[in-house]
């Protein structure tokens, strides 16, 4: 078996390395009509995979650069654009942006903070001590699913008004559910999710 680690390293991966080896399989064509008839059509595989490409103007000259790259600038073939290899650049993975919010408490995220922080913005009145009460359920199914035992509601009503800056309170009158029916609902949801999954190795 033949790994990637032994084979010869791509300069552009994107590409895959069959057509690499086509590429390479065409610097070994004799006939100069065929060869350009292959570049081409590689070219225009090359195009196929890469359709967002279409929108920059002479697309196409680009993946001639790249199709004279993968051959190493050995192809010769007739280019249809002025390419020179002086005008290649280094190919290098995408940085990938993280976020680095920070949180205040990590089990609720930084939605539900968000939230807090929007419905703290509302006027007071019956819509905002409406959201009120449904966020504080919503807090402390994530604090149960993140804890997975039970908490003490007075530590949902501080952590509630820690993070709306004091702005918003529960009302006197208002009952948290037992822990078990918050986590009802996502019990069964699993049990969904199992019954599927085995019904998909059936099939």
Known sequence: MEYNTQRTKLKI???GRNIYKLIQYTKTVEDREKRNSMASAIVDIMAQNSPDAKDAED????FW????ILANWE???DVPYEITQEETVEFEPHTVEYHH???????????????????????EGDERDELV???AHAMKRDYLLWNSDTVEDDVIKQQLESLSDQQLHLPSDFQFKDFRE??????EERRANGTRKKKKKKK
């Open 13 to 15: 991966s994107d590409y």
């Open 59 to 62: 697309y196409k000259r680009k």
């Open 65 to 68: 650069v790249h199709l004279m």
């Open 75 to 77: 192809l010769d073939v």
């Open 101 to 123: 919010e920070k949180f205040h408490f990590r089990h609720y995220g930084s939605i539900m903070e968000k939230m807090i922080k929007r419905v703290a913005e509302y006027p």
């Open 133 to 135: 009460r449904l966020m």
């Open 182 to 187: 918050y986590l009802k609902g996502t019990d």
